[in-house]
Every structure is written in structure tokens, then in C-alpha cells.
């Protein structure tokens, strides 16, 4: 079991301990994600999610207007924005105090969010690869951003994957990525290995077999499997069938050291966290 190693992020000027594990509810406002019980649309569904995620132990929000499965169709950035502008006003009157993160590759889209509605992280599926301002943009606005690997584009990254080794390219990736935004003078990095996202499900088991791996790089990594394909694949299901896999994954990953999860179940995830953090240090009485 790795040790937990201590991780601060600044938000805003207000420092975010992350040494102990911590939960990112999903909250989709798209037509077309994977799971379809995780799209919320109206009003009172946003806010509806919104509450759920906090009241069951979540720490921070995922934002994400633009469906990033295997051949999802391509949204134009004033969509994904006017999307995103919808939920984030109802987010901000429903929880005015949350963390919120964004999930959008776009630089312009990240920068409206946080300077219109405070969004305090940036989550880029891409590392920057589909939108060459997005390192510059988030060194300016200075606010921690999500690197997440991924192999190709949304439509073609699973159309045959192929690695000579998957956790070298990866580390190298992550290495010269990480220099390049240090050097911009982005401070608070956070790695995503990118579990589905150019990776046959042989590569998605590799990587969590191998997930302690990327610790070197001395950096918290966020690990999203919630109801993927390599859990409802390998069990012949579907994703309304995955959240026993995913805990067990959830599990093995806070085990090999993340530092949050990414998740559509939180109360699943919390519980989670709170058995490892159990297993690792004690509980905290006796009884």
C-alpha cells in the first residue's frame, strides 16, 4: 500500500490540503454522456445533483458540457459555453462555496469559467494537445489544472491504441508536459493517467496494475474509472451495472496512492476513502 504523500492546492489564495484522499462529483449537463443517469438538463435536476454531490462528501464539482465518450459528436464552443454558463449560475446560487472544476480542452471556455463564475481548477482531457492556448491560458489565470494522457482525439483515441510501454510513454508524456507548464508558471499540476481514453482494456488494467508508477513524478493524481468500459465490458453489463467494479477499482487506486476520485457515485466513493484512510492510519476510536 503506497504512502500518502502530502499535497496542497491553491485555490484562490486558500490552500487545499489533498493529502487525504478527496471525492470529485460529476455533474454532466450533456445530452449524450456514457451513462445516461448522469445527464442533467433542467434547472431543478442541476441543483438537484448539485446538493447530492456535496451532501454525500464531496469536496469539488466537475463541470463538463462537452461528452468525451468514443465517437461523440463534436459541440461548438459557443454550445459547450452556453451549457456551461447555464449550470455554473445555477451551481454558484445553489452552493456559492464550492470548488469547481471544469472539464473543457477549449482555452477560451476555460477562461470564461473562471473569470465569470469562479471556477477554481481546470480539467484538460487533452494536456493541451487540442487547443494550443490552453497552457498559456491557465499559467495567466493561475489556478491548479488537471493533465490528463490521452492518445489521439475523442473520436479516433480507440480506434487500435497501440503502446511499446504503456507507463514509459506515459511517464515521458508527463514529464515533458509538466516541465512545459512549470516553466510557464503553472504551480499546482495535477496528473490524470486517463483510464479509457486511448487504452484498450488490457492497457486500463496495465495502468491500474502499474498506477504507483506515475508517483514519481511527485504529483497527486486524480484517477477517474466511474462506470467505465473496462469495468461493464469485462463483466458483460453496462454502465447502470458498474458500481460494484468501480468501487473495487476506486479502492485499489487509493490503495497505490490517489489522491482524488472522480466519480458519478460519491456516497460509494466517500466510503471508500474513509476504509483505506482506515487500513492506513486506524480509526479513529476504539470502539
Known amino acids: 500500500m503506497s504512502e500518502q504523500l502530502p499535497f496542497f492546492i491553491n485555490l484562490n489564495g486558500v490552500l487545499k490540503d489533498i493529502s487525504t484522499p478527496q ?4 455533474l454532466n449537463v450533456t445530452p449524450d454522456s456514457f451513462y445516461a443517469a448522469s ?10 445533483r448539485v446538493r447530492q454531490i456535496l451532501d454525500e462528501g464531496a469536496s469539488m464539482i466537475d463541470v463538463g458540457a462537452y ?4 465517437g461523440a459528436d463534436d459541440v461548438s464552443a459557443d454550445e459547450e459555453m452556453g451549457r456551461l454558463a447555464h449550470a455554473l449560475d445555477i451551481l454558484r446560487r445553489t452552493a456559492p462555496q464550492a470548488i469547481v472544476s471544469v472539464d473543457t480542452f477549449r482555452a477560451q471556455v476555460a477562461r470564461h469559467c473562471v473569470e465569470d463564475f469562479g471556477v477554481q ?11 494550443a492556448g490552453m497552457f498559456d491560458t491557465v499559467a495567466r489565470l493561475q489556478v491548479p489544472y488537471i493533465l490528463m494522457h490521452m492518445k489521439g482525439t475523442p473520436r479516433t483515441m480507440q480506434q487500435a491504441p497501440r503502446y511499446d510501454d504503456l ?3 506515459m511517464l515521458q ?7 512545459q507548464l512549470h516553466e510557464m508558471g503553472v504551480k499546482d499540476i495535477i496528473l490524470d493517467p486517463g483510464f479509457g481514453f486511448g487504452k484498450t482494456m488490457s492497457h486500463n488494467y496495465e495502468l491500474m496494475q502499474r498506477l504507483q508508477d506515475l508517483r514519481l513524478l511527485g504529483l497527486p493524481l486524480l484517477v477517474g474509472v466511474s462506470r467505465k468500459s473496462m469495468i461493464y465490458r469485462l463483466l458483460g453489463t453496462q454502465p447502470e451495472d458498474a458500481l460494484n467494479g468501480t468501487t473495487v477499482l476506486n ?6 496512492g490517489a489522491s482524488i476520485l472522480r466519480v458519478h457515485d460519491v456516497k460509494a466513493a466517500t466510503e471508500a476513502v474513509r ?3 482506515a487500513v492506513k492510519e486506524g480509526p479513529t476510536d476504539n470502539t
Do not use: C, H, W
Open 167 to 169: 507507463l514509459t510513454e
Open 251 to 256: 479502492t485499489m487506486a487509493l490503495m497505490k
Open 275 to 277: 476504509i483505506v484512510q
Open 23 to 26: 471525492v470529485m462529483g460529476i
Open 121 to 131: 481548477i481546470i480539467n484538460d482531457i487533452s494536456g493541451g494537445e487540442l487547443d
Open 39 to 48: 445527464r442533467q438538463q433542467t434547472d431543478e435536476a442541476i441543483a438537484a
Open 67 to 70: 461528452s468525451s465518450r468514443p
Open 173 to 179: 508524456y508527463f514529464g515533458r508536459k509538466t516541465e
